[in-house]
């Protein structure tokens, strides 16, 4: 499995992905949601952590 996450100003998006034994990817799960107050004046990789969690 794989976790890909992607953080902007506005919020942060996060996709769970699994590969099958012929490398087709498929999408697990798929979240998106908007920063706060605070979590919009959070450092990159603080927002970066932030989607792992």
């Known amino acids: 499995m794989s976790a890909y996450n992607k953080k902007n100003a506005i919020g942060f ?4 992905i699994q590969k099958d034994d012929i490398r087709f990817k498929y999408v697990i ?3 998106s ?4 107050n605070a979590e919009s004046n959070y ?4 927002g970066k952590s932030l989607g792992v969690i």
């Open 13 to 16: 998006e996060v996709v769970l």
């Open 29 to 31: 799960v798929f979240a």
């Open 33 to 36: 949601r908007n920063n706060n």
């Open 43 to 46: 450092s990159f990789y603080e």
